[in-house]
């Protein structure tokens, strides 16, 4: 009984300091590199009660996307935005084609992401181009996306 709470006490501290660690940081990696987005045209105004979910959500209809919001804006912290700050959105290429030239820093999930709107569509991906191991792709394979 006595060994039962201690096991508790200590998935529950785990649990707790888990949830503190801040979770809105987005990688220097990402910070320091170029943006892979094209031309930035538009400019969002931050309002009480945004958040770059909720921006990313109007403007991309997927509030995933605020990943590229936060990088294209090089914010350190990425729950941190205030009122009064204008951010630059950037254009999000999306695939259309049938099929795909993988280009240098290409994944199978975020080819998903830009050709669905849905990373977990790598699978079939995947499958319809008969891959042994879908986390090696190389820059100028032709993929195909079934649509």
Known sequence: MVLGFFVIVIVGVLVVKYLKTDRGTIPQELLNGS???EISTKV????KGDNLWNIAVTYYGDGFKWVEIATENKLDNASIIEVGQELTIPNVDSITTATYEVVK???LWDIAVRAYGDGYKWVEIANANNMLNPSIIHSGNILVLPR
Do not use: P
């Not at 969002?44 to 309002?47: E, F, L, N, P």
């Open 35 to 37: 943006n892979s987005t």
């Open 44 to 47: 969002h105004t931050v309002v």
């Open 105 to 107: 820093g290409d994944n």
